[in-house]
């Protein structure tokens, strides 16, 4: 069997590969026969896509990322076996990172580069983090929490940079398959989009109830939230049809990624989220500047940032915060950052235990006789801070300002103004989504990490 797989990968003759199909299909057909005496027919039928699925992975690995990016965002569809459950992309990543070290395993290199630490970027400060965050679960004060600390530390943690950022790294080596992804990604923003356009179309009730958030398609919520959701999407989204624009040479793609940004855009402001506001905003201003900023006195910029900051505050205060669910969900923010500080003082070093915060909050009755249930933190600042201390706090925004020097050298380094201008467009999409995780929950799953991770690997086309 193993050498069949073998001759299957490596052959370049399609009749000496189809062969070998035959006789794969064939001893998996036999494993079925055998397997289904003994486990129930869709245990049998869910290992034999299994088996399927990894030997597809094996002979085209890159199908794998296209897959990924095409699911990254979706983490309300999951796959459940037994009491286990995880979003689709995970399990995309997991069979993807096994498919490649077999690879290894059988010699057969992706590339012609040997295995080297540039495809694991910022490895010293990710080790740290999960160094200082390995000591942290120690701190945990409740035993139950010790092996649901040490499960976190494996996933989602080593889990985010391996699958998420080393493997666009390892995979991505030529241009085409960089700008490839680079459009999967934005047709998933477009999808999410008009997820949010059916919702606009389709709600009941007040003005402020027409808003963008994620449509269910019957049971199934593919977002898994709410009108954060979509926005954290078209945050990366936005800045990457703008990539795209600008490397296209057709005057009519370059138009139709006009239109696409603007519906991105429009779709954007309809979720009212005020992260998702704050993110664009911030992007269009380091836009502005570096464009501009040979062009600009000190004075335009100080009257441009008031505008853009003060417009939509205004807005804000004048009429969105007079929703009630809008003033309760500032109150709930409030008092979890004002609780989170408190725990932040009482163990400043080391924190009070990785996974903690939630089960922090919910022992916390001035939080909960107000608001109920906790959920996880909104932004990572409290939720390292609170969990790692200072120390895990510290390593991982060494992390992140190592991988934002990594962007930003490119910027400096190249000559070209096109490459200048593609890897902005790549830091603007860094900064909307980092930004963006100082108020949401999703600081280490795909939505952020995978984008951050296909824009590291695409920097060595521009410099």
């Keep these: 069997m193993a050498s069949k797989i073998k001759s299957f990968l490596t052959s370049k003759n399609w009749n000496d ?3 070998a199909i035959v006789i794969i299909f064939i001893v998996i057909a036999f494993f079925s026969l055998v397997a289904v005496n003994f486990l129930e027919p869709f245990w049998v039928f869910g290992i034999d896509v299994a088996i399927l699925l990894l030997i597809l992975l094996l002979k085209f690995p890159v199908w794998g990322l296209y897959a990924m990016a095409a699911t990254f965002p979706f983490v309300g569809w999951q796959i459940k076996v ?13 069979m993807l990172m096994t498919a490649i070290l077999l690879r290894y395993f059988v010699h057969l290199p992706l590339t012609k580069d040997e295995f080297n630490l540039k495809n694991f970027p910022g490895l010293f400060f990710a080790i740290l983090f999960f160094a200082v965050s390995a000591l942290s679960v120690l701190q945990n004060q409740y035993n139950e929490m010790f092996f649901e600390g040490v499960k976190y530390l494996f996933r989602p943690l080593i889990f985010f940079y391996l699958m998420f950022v080393v493997l666009p790294t390892h995979l991505i080596k030529e241009k085409k398959i960089f700008l490839c992804v ?21 709600s009941v ?48 793609l370059k138009g139709l990624y006009v239109l696409i940004m603007i519906f991105l ?20 201003l380091i836009l502005f500047f570096v464009q501009y900023k040979h062009k600009i006195n000190r004075y335009a910029l100080v009257a441009l940032v008031l505008c853009v900051l003060f417009v939509p505050l205004i807005f804000y205060f004048v009429v969105w915060n007079q929703v009630d669910w809008v003033q309760s969900s500032n109150s709930s923010r409030l008092m979890m950052l004002q609780v989170a500080w408190n725990y932040f ?12 915060f939630q089960n922090l909050m919910a022992n916390t009755f001035v939080y909960t006789v107000d608001f109920g249930d906790p959920l996880d933190s909104h932004g990572f600042v409290q939720k390292v801070a609170t969990e790692s201390g ?15 020097y990594k962007y930003l050298k490119a910027y400096v380094k190249t000559l070209s103004s096109q490459s200048k201008t593609v890897i902005l467009c790549l830091i603007l999409m860094f900064c909307g989504i980092v930004f963006f995780e100082l108020f949401s929950t999703s600081y280490y799953i795909a939505t952020m990490w995978l984008p951050i991770g296909v824009g590291l690997s695409g920097l060595r086309f521009y410099k």
């Design 205 to 252: 009730g007040p003005w402020y109830l027409h808003r963008a958030v994620p449509f269910a398609l019957g049971n199934l919520n593919l977002l898994g939230g709410n009108h954060n959701a979509i926005a954290e999407v078209l945050t990366v989204t936005i800045p990457l049809a703008f990539l795209l624009m600008y490397e296209s040479e057709k005057i009519r």
């Design 82 to 94: 037994a009491n286990m459950s995880a979003p689709v992309v995970d399990v995309l990543a997991l």
């Design 17 to 19: 590969a189809t062969k």
């Design 390 to 404: 200072l120390l895990g706090l510290v390593s991982f925004l060494g992390l992140l300002g190592y991988l934002f």
């Design 182 to 202: 680079l459009k999967i990604i934005v047709a998933v923003g477009i999808f999410s989009g008009l997820l949010g356009l059916l919702s606009v179309l389709f």
């Design 345 to 356: 003082k009482d163990a400043p070093i080391m924190g009070y235990g990785l996974n903690s």
């Design 265 to 284: 855009t429009l779709i954007l402001l309809l979720t009212f989220s005020r992260s998702g506001w704050l993110a664009v905003l911030i992007q269009l």
